[in-house]
């Protein structure tokens, strides 16, 4: 079984009580299926669950290069020739990533508000870029956005390889019974 989720900002990804936020067990009530990979509890986007453990290690290991794709909302106007070191690949200190892809495009059609709001500035304009990567290691695509010089104010996950939250609405779930 395969369960897509919209995952709304400020929601941990895990089932167990936390003290701050609430978790998968407020919006998700299925029976022993596991997030295959995270989104950090300020992300929000498509999360993965399944009750197939080989599923969730092909989808969340890195060696299996399952393309994800990301809606960052950055601060600043970022020109071609800014973006351009997303493209080869960014050192990130601990790793240098591979290369992306990377385009500037409109906000997002049917994009839900944020609770809370991201901090706006009127002197400084926002982009959203889509950004597509192969890899998903601990708060990659804020850290290669800031690296560059435009940090991410919001961060949401399109898709993961085939699964997409097209047509699922915030905070809810999708359950379906066949394999990628």
Request: aromatic share 8%.
């Amino acid at each position: 079984m395969i369960i897509l989720f919209n995952k709304p900002f400020n929601v941990v990804c895990q089932f167990s009580a936390h003290e701050k936020h609430p978790t998968l067990k407020n919006f998700i009530d299925v029976p022993n299926v596991y997030a295959a990979g995270r989104l950090d509890t300020d992300s929000e986007g498509l999360l993965i669950l399944t009750d197939d453990g080989a599923l969730q290690h092909r989808l969340s290991h890195p060696k299996h290069k399952e393309v994800k794709i990301y809606w960052a909302q950055v601060e600043g106007s970022p020109l071609d020739s800014d973006l351009a070191p997303l493209l080869t690949g960014v050192d990130l200190g601990d790793f240098v990533t591979k290369p992306a892809k990377v385009r500037v495009i409109d906000e997002p059609e049917n994009l839900w508000p944020r609770v809370p709001p991201i901090r706006e500035r009127k002197a400084i304009p926002t982009t959203w870029l889509e950004i597509t990567i192969a890899e998903g290691k601990n708060r990659q695509v804020r850290r290669m956005t800031a690296k560059v010089g435009f940090p991410t104010l919001r961060l949401i996950r399109q898709a993961i390889g085939p699964y997409s939250i097209d047509d699922i609405a915030l905070g809810q779930y999708q359950k379906l019974t066949s394999d990628i």
